[in-house]
């Protein structure tokens, strides 16, 4: 089980970083290519929009969103307080 588990974080990790590459592409792109972004940059949207249906479609990752929904929900009722939401740097 803890084998499964190290795993699991390890290809996390890796999907984590596939996706801040495919981020980073798109994003470049976008600066790049300006007004005409919509033709030039197909591709790379193409692939960041397969790895999110990836994510959106993969069943662990649901349960996982929903585990953490239920924590924060059972300690906001508990609390009354509300967690702050980490904040994502952007890109742009």
């Not at 981020?23 to 600066?31: E, G, N, P, V």
């Not at 005409?36 to 959106?56: D, P």
């Not at 509300?82 to 952007?90: C, D, E, F, I």
């Amino acid at each position: 089980m803890y084998v499964n588990h190290l795993f699991f974080l390890k290809e996390k990790e890796t999907a984590e970083e596939w996706w801040t590459i495919l981020k980073l592409a798109f994003t470049k792109c976008c600066q790049d290519s300006g007004i005409l972004m919509v033709v030039k940059c197909r591709e790379e949207n193409a692939a960041l929009k397969e790895c999110v249906t990836g994510y959106y479609n993969d069943p662990a990752f649901y349960e996982e969103c929903k585990a953490e929904y239920l924590k924060q929900r059972e300690e906001f009722r508990e609390t009354g307080n509300r967690r702050k939401q980490q904040r994502l740097p952007t890109s742009m």
